[in-house]
């Protein structure tokens, strides 16, 4: 089975959110059950002195004009990357936009992605693609079209990013006008790249099984609920993982001490360095972590309806965030006011191992959450986490049963709801043994990618 992975990022060469973690690790795991590589687009930010310019280059032709495909390759852990540099899809420097916006000729950087992606399958004999969210959706659609015989797959990482553009997309990246109607890519008179993937792959995936339920009600669908109702038969939920190598508070060089479920008085040292450097007081606190991108999504406004009561409790509060200026702008007001919480603008990887490692608990107070891979490597760390009840937070995070991992959930989006939850978990920090139960029992929790791997590996079989 010749299997080729691709998406607009992964972790190790460009990452912007979980799409690239999942990427790398995902296709790790997979390569124990089956020849696979993978591909991305080459982006100019990337180090050409850090791969080898492959043999193989082409061109693709859209919508009348030609587009001269230069192929890189880089070998990790086994696996084969290509990456696909073209002048138009590259020479930028940001993957999607800048502080502006959207990049407005996404449409056709992401239309010679898909069409490179497509070409390399045919030269590399590939009998399955597997394409990920708006910016590799077209694949499905030019695999069909061209009757090349190559099955697809098609994952849904996050349905709110659909890759819309204006209808005259269609004739920039060659796709023609009978593709524009509400049983293709039409999409209240714009074209929507996410349906193309949709529709004419053989199988869609989503990253959790309840978000796969989800998806199919007006509350999470985002207007294309009909659409996946329709293809229902060919949807299915499968839970993400992180990678275990990379996420191991036992061998990770960015702590300060290493430790186990066995060692936790080394968790408690890391804390203690950890606050030490951030000039944050008062070790024995609760520290409560938040590391996330600044968007509605994510539950930024609920925590800033809440944060005067929760700073207010005796605990530290530390956030590792980027995103919309508006929130940062709001958050930093907090923190001139209230001496127990730090916010950390930006992000960085080993910054995030230590935040993970010093806290006890981890808020994700997200509003929806398709799968959510903080809470995972929260609990790989020793940190508790206290989620909404939501995809799959629901499906990896549980309170009254024992069963991986153990947290706090509230099922509402409230300001009440998340302080409610908040108070549970204070209370069981007071209960020293208890919370170091479940702190260990969480920390041998499984949430390798295994599990999703051999799933993915039966789903490519059935497939083909």
Not at 33 to 62: C, G, H, R
Not at 112 to 131: D, M
Not at 159 to 185: C, D, H, P, W
Request: charged letters at 25%; aromatic letters at 12%.
């Amino acid at each position: 089975m010749r299997v080729l992975f691709c998406a607009s990022e992964i972790f190790g060469h460009a990452k912007s959110g979980g799409l690239a973690d999942v990427a790398y690790s995902l296709v790790q795991v997979l390569s124990k059950y089956t020849d696979i590589v993978s591909v991305m687009p080459f982006y100019t930010f990337m180090d050409k002195k850090a791969y080898q310019k492959s043999a193989i280059n082409f061109s693709v032709e859209l919508g009348g004009a030609e587009y001269e495909i230069e192929l890189y390759e880089s070998l990790d852990r086994g696996v084969k990357s290509y990456f696909v540099h073209c002048a138009l899809l590259s020479s930028i420097k940001e993957m999607y936009g800048d502080e502006s916006g959207e990049y407005a000729n996404n449409d056709i950087r992401f239309a010679i992605f898909s069409a490179a992606v497509v070409k390399l399958a045919t030269i590399l004999k590939i009998e399955l693609i597997h394409a990920n969210d708006w910016h590799s959706a077209l694949v499905p659609l030019f695999v069909k079209r061209a009757d090349l015989g190559i099955k697809t797959i098609f994952t849904i990482h996050n349905l709110a990013y659909q890759g819309v553009f204006e209808k005259n997309s269609l004739s920039r990246i060659g796709i023609e006008e009978k593709y524009f109607t509400m049983e293709a890519l039409e999409f209240y008179g714009k074209v929507n790249f996410l349906k193309a993937g949709i529709i004419f792959s053989d199988m869609i995936t989503t990253v959790s099984p309840t978000y796969a339920k989800e998806i199919l009600t007006k509350e999470f669908g985002c207007g294309l609920e009909g659409l996946l109702m329709a293809n229902r038969h060919k949807l299915t939920g499968i839970m993400n993982g992180i990678d275990t190598d990379v996420f191991d508070p036992q061998n990770d060089k960015a702590l300060w001490y290493p430790f186990g479920a066995d060692s936790l008085k080394n968790k408690y040292k890391n804390k203690k360095e950890f606050q030490k450097e951030i000039a944050l007081r008062d070790v024995k606190k609760p520290l409560f972590i938040m590391i996330s991108r600044m968007v509605h999504q994510k539950g930024f406004d609920l925590l800033l309806e809440s944060l005067h009561d929760f700073l207010k409790e005796d605990i530290n509060f530390v956030l590792l965030a980027n995103g919309e200026e508006s929130y940062k702008k709001r958050v930093q007001s907090y923190e001139a006011e209230y001496k127990n919480f730090k916010f950390l603008s930006g992000y960085k990887e080993e910054l995030s191992h230590q935040i993970y490692a010093a806290g006890d608990f981890l808020l994700m107070p997200s509003l929806y959450e398709p799968c959510g891979l903080n809470q995972m490597i929260a609990v790989r760390y020793g940190t508790i986490p206290i989620v909404h009840k939501v995809g799959g937070l629901a499906d990896s995070v549980h309170e009254k049963k024992m069963q991986c991992a153990r947290g706090f959930l509230f099922s509402k989006p409230t300001k009440k709801a998340l302080l409610m939850a908040i108070k549970r978990a204070l209370r069981l920090k007071k209960e020293s043994k208890k919370f170091n139960d479940m702190i260990s029992f969480n920390m041998n929790c499984d949430f390798s990618f295994e599990k999703s791997a051999l799933l993915y590996y039966k789903l490519y079989k059935k497939v083909l």
